[in-house]
């Protein structure tokens, strides 16, 4: 389950916005969702300031939950006017961040912290320093990086003192570099989860979208749509559903992390658990994304 989506205006969350997070929340709690992810950069915090309203008002999610967030990006005018939007994994900005988090979501410890973008000026020794002292003082209860090739998270790990656990990648049928790339290998390997961004392709693959004729990809979602329906019809389920069924069915454990903010869609996705898809079904939808042709 996602909490919101990244480019939010930096704008103070009205009461209607923390009603409504709260609502979303609750009704993904109670849909069997135990998986919370957000971001200090949604929102500028906003994000995490509604899943902290989450946390103390529906009964048990703060027990259940594993709530995941994420550091490592600074938003344009960041500190001072002018200031681009960049990256940050310096071991001040890492403690900074997390400071920041765990106040807005009200918590004593995150459960899962990420590291948002790989930061190119990044020195592994400074992330060990910060993630230890994290910690140590019970701030953090495990770590994960999310967008790192996999020879990024080698690297990174051959100088932290604690074990990366989970690398959250974009990951559906419109975009499958995680397949080709050792992504999935390496999580295989390390025993670490991948988590899918955007799985359903940031509702590109949700039923109800409508293919612009100016699309450039029309053609390959027409098929994927139209494989999509057909399998959801032999199960009884939406295109929504199978869509996260092909992604739950990769051995190496992918959790797809839900964009809805819709309870009924919520719901539904929640369905895609219940489906098996057979090795046939995996690959005509794999087929259909990579381009429709035999593969060789
Ligand atoms: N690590 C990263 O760099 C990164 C980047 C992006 C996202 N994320 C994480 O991944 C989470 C999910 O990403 P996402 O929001 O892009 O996921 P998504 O589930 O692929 O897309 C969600 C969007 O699709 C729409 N949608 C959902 N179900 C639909 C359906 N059945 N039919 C049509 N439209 C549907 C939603 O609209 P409604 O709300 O109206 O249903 C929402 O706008 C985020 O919340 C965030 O936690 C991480």
Known sequence: MGLLEAGTPPKRPTREDRERGVTTCAAAY?????????????????????????????????????????????????????????????????????????????????DLYQLHRPDFLCDPHEVGAAFDGLKQQGKVRYFGVSNFLPSQVAMLQRWLNVDIVANQVEIHPLRLNCLEDGTLDLCFEKEMTPLAWSPLAGGVLGEGFTIDANNSQRTKLARLH????????????????????????????????VGSTKPDRIRDAASAEDVELTRLQWYEIYVAAWGGERLH
């Open 226 to 257: 139209e494989k999509l329906d057909r399998i959801g019809g032999e199960h009884g389920v939406s295109r929504s559903a199978i869509c996260l069924a092909w992604l739950l069915k990769h051995p190496s454990g992918i959790v797809p992390i």
């Open 30 to 110: 109670d849909a069997g969702y135990r998986l919370f992810d957000t971001a200090d950069a949604y929102g500028r915090g906003a994000c995490e300031e509604i899943l902290g309203d989450a946390l103390r008002e529906v009964s048990g999610l703060r027990e259940d939950a594993v709530i995941a967030t994420k550091c490592g990006t600074r938003q344009a005018d960041d500190p001072a006017p002018g200031g681009l939007y960049r990256f940050d994994l310096s071991s001040e900005h890492i403690v900074m961040s997390c400071e920041g988090s765990l106040k807005r979501l009200g918590i004593e410890t995150i």
